[in-house]
């Protein structure tokens, strides 16, 4: 029989969630442990190292916050960190507060059972076997990688990588032929790296996306200091826009469809300038009317078509969808790549990948040759890691039973029939659509809030009832109905994953659903059964 670790709290991953929940918990004296699939910390930025890795939410603002000390002695190198400084980062924090030590590496929950006799949670894992009180899935919104089944993919002779599995040593590109399947945000990264590197580099696209400069930079020590002199008042501000990631401009009420047409360029080029999110904020209806939607949109079509020299080129990079239904990406010269001479664009839009060959790849009524192929998938987002640890509830239900027509919880943190299971930043909060770390020690400290109070009034168990579920997941759905994020498929909606049923799974607006979660809390738990 394998030997059992009781503990009071499992916390389940090691990417920023995972050490917040370690941190915060065992601050309350509670007995936690945590497991991790990795051999270390950094969650995303663990697996994540492709070439030109890097975060979408300047650095700065994607931090923690709940620490000063921490706040005021972290430098930043550059305005959008680089996979290896984020790591290294979340590395930092592991070794200032002490967190490696409460966590079992290279250890992949096969099973969590809730035993309802016991009130206790059963988690079966590579390494062992963990029984909980509680158990706190920080298990990450894209932490579960998109393989789709190319048919002939296992006989291709060389290198395959995917972008979210990518090798840990650095990969030498130069003198090879290489192909890369997807134009998502990855590969709008890794692109223009691997371009600088590679002999040849075929692209091939099924559907373009929508992106904007980025205008990373040194980070200017100026900038840095004043940003740590005012910290608390902006993390305060933050708090307060729907995404949580504060720009340069302030937020603008008009509408994109009534502007001047001169006002209307002067004002895009100065975001297109400026760079980074910012851009979407340039008027308030961008995600609400199509005509607004169009105007925008095509405004950066007509960037796309002065930054790419040839013209049938540029129409296929051109999106003709709505912008901004997906996440949008920040890119550094990924247009301008497609002028190189050894740079190809490959639109498998009608037929797709054909086959894959023991040489490369057969699309578009070709065949490649490659030395390697480079997968950028994507993930299978919000619900995949979760469904993969196997977790059963009450009376036997699975979560992947309970989850087959959609994700369904209560405020993105608790699941019906599985007591004492959290998750954060689940499905049903707006996690991917914000600021995910300020997103993070939103629900962690909610969490532990959670937990204090039901020790303090001697209660064993905590369950979503199933009406606060239904009605959370009609809110979810009836917010983002009433936008045009559902107009596209996307992984918002699992649309990348053949079979997943399409429910739109991110709320939109941050500070609504904080409040709304700190109302539940003051209300005893409204929505919730404790026993």
């Known amino acids: 029989m394998r030997l059992v670790e009781e503990c009071d709290v499992l916390v389940v991953g090691a990417g920023f969630g995972g050490l917040y929940a370690l941190y915060l918990l065992r601050q309350e004296g509670f007995h936690v442990k945590g497991v991790e699939r990795a051999s270390g910390v950094g969650g995303t930025w663990f697996w994540n190292r492709y070439p030109g890795a890097r975060c979408d939410v300047e650095s700065l603002q994607y931090?923690?916050?709940?620490?000063?000390?921490?706040?005021?002695?972290?430098?930043?190198?550059?305005?959008?960190?680089?996979?290896?400084?984020?790591l290294e980062y979340a590395e930092h924090v592991a070794?200032?507060?002490?967190?490696?030590?409460?966590?079992?590496?290279?250890?992949?929950?096969?099973?969590?059972?809730?035993?309802?006799?016991?009130?206790?949670?059963?988690?079966?894992?590579?390494?062992?076997?963990?029984?909980?009180?509680?158990?706190?899935?920080?298990?990450?919104?894209l932490s579960t990688t998109n393989l789709p089944k190319f048919d002939g993919l296992s006989n291709f002779t060389g290198d395959v990588l995917h972008?979210?599995?990518?090798?840990?040593?650095?990969?030498?590109?130069?003198?090879?032929?290489?192909?890369i399947i997807g134009t998502g945000s990855s590969a709008v990264q890794a692109i223009p790296v691997i371009a600088a590197q590679a002999a040849h580099l075929s692209v091939f696209q099924r559907t373009p996306n929508y992106s904007v400069p980025a205008r990373n930079e040194p980070l200017d020590p100026r900038v840095q200091t004043a940003t740590k002199q005012n910290y608390e008042a902006l993390r305060q501000a933050a708090q307060e826009e729907r995404s949580g990631i504060l720009s340069v401009f302030p937020p603008n009420e008009d509408s994109a469809k009534d502007a001047d047409p001169l006002e209307f360029k002067n004002r895009m080029d100065e975001r297109w300038e400026e760079g980074g999110f910012g851009f979407y904020r340039a008027y308030a209806d961008i995600g609400i009317d199509p005509t607004s939607n169009e105007r925008v949109a095509e405004y950066v079509r007509s960037q796309i078509v002065d930054l790419v020299d040839d013209a049938a080129t540029a129409q296929l990079l051109a999106p003709t969808n709505t912008i901004a239904c997906k996440r949008p990406c920040l890119d550094t010269g990924y247009y301008e790549t497609?002028?190189?001479?050894?740079?190809e664009l490959v639109d498998i839009s009608s037929e797709g990948i054909e086959a894959i060959t023991s040489d490369g790849v057969r699309a578009a009524g070709r065949d490649f040759e490659f030395d390697v192929l480079i997968l950028a998938t994507g993930f299978d987002?919000?619900?995949?890691?979760?469904?993969?640890?196997?977790?059963?509830?009450?009376?036997?239900?699975?979560?992947?039973?309970?989850?087959?027509?959609?994700?369904?919880?209560?405020?993105?943190?608790?699941?019906?029939?599985?007591?004492?299971?959290?998750?954060?930043?689940?499905?049903?909060?707006?996690?991917?659509?914000?600021?995910?770390?300020?997103?993070?020690?939103?629900?962690?400290?909610?969490?532990?809030?959670?937990?204090?109070?039901l020790r303090q009034k001697g209660?064993?168990?905590?369950?979503?009832?199933?009406?606060?579920?239904?009605?959370?997941?009609?809110?979810?759905?009836?917010?983002?109905?009433?936008t045009l994020?559902?107009?596209?498929?996307?992984?918002?909606?699992?649309?990348?994953?053949?079979?997943?049923?399409?429910?739109?799974?991110?709320?939109i607006g941050y500070p609504p659903y904080a409040?709304?979660?700190?109302?539940?809390?003051?209300?005893?738990y409204e929505g919730f059964a404790l026993a």
């Open 95 to 141: 070794d200032r507060f002490d967190l490696s030590s409460l966590i079992a590496f290279d250890t992949n929950v096969e099973a969590a059972t809730f035993n309802e006799d016991s009130g206790r949670w059963r988690v079966e894992t590579s390494q062992g076997v963990y029984e909980a009180q509680f158990l706190v899935a920080a298990t990450g919104c």
């Open 459 to 482: 209660i064993k168990t905590i369950e979503a009832s199933p009406q606060a579920a239904d009605s959370w997941v009609d809110h979810v759905n009836r917010i983002a109905n009433q």
């Open 338 to 343: 497609f002028n190189l001479p050894h740079v």
């Open 515 to 524: 409040e709304r979660c700190q109302q539940v809390a003051d209300n005893n």
């Open 381 to 453: 987002a919000m619900t995949g890691a979760l469904l993969n640890m196997n977790i059963t509830g009450k009376g036997g239900s699975t979560l992947s039973n309970a989850w087959s027509a959609g994700p369904r919880n209560y405020l993105g943190l608790s699941i019906p029939e599985f007591p004492n299971l959290f998750t954060v930043t689940g499905p049903g909060s707006p996690s991917v659509l914000t600021n995910m770390i300020m997103a993070i020690e939103q629900h962690v400290e909610w969490i532990r809030d959670c937990l204090v109070a």
């Open 485 to 507: 994020y559902p107009t596209c498929n996307s992984w918002y909606l699992g649309a990348n994953i053949p079979g997943k049923t399409r429910v739109f799974m991110p709320l």
């Open 163 to 179: 972008t979210g599995q990518w090798p840990h040593e650095p990969v030498d590109f130069t003198g090879q032929r290489v192909g």
């Open 63 to 86: 931090s923690y916050s709940f620490d000063d000390e921490l706040q005021q002695e972290w430098e930043w190198s550059e305005r959008y960190a680089a996979q290896p400084e984020i």
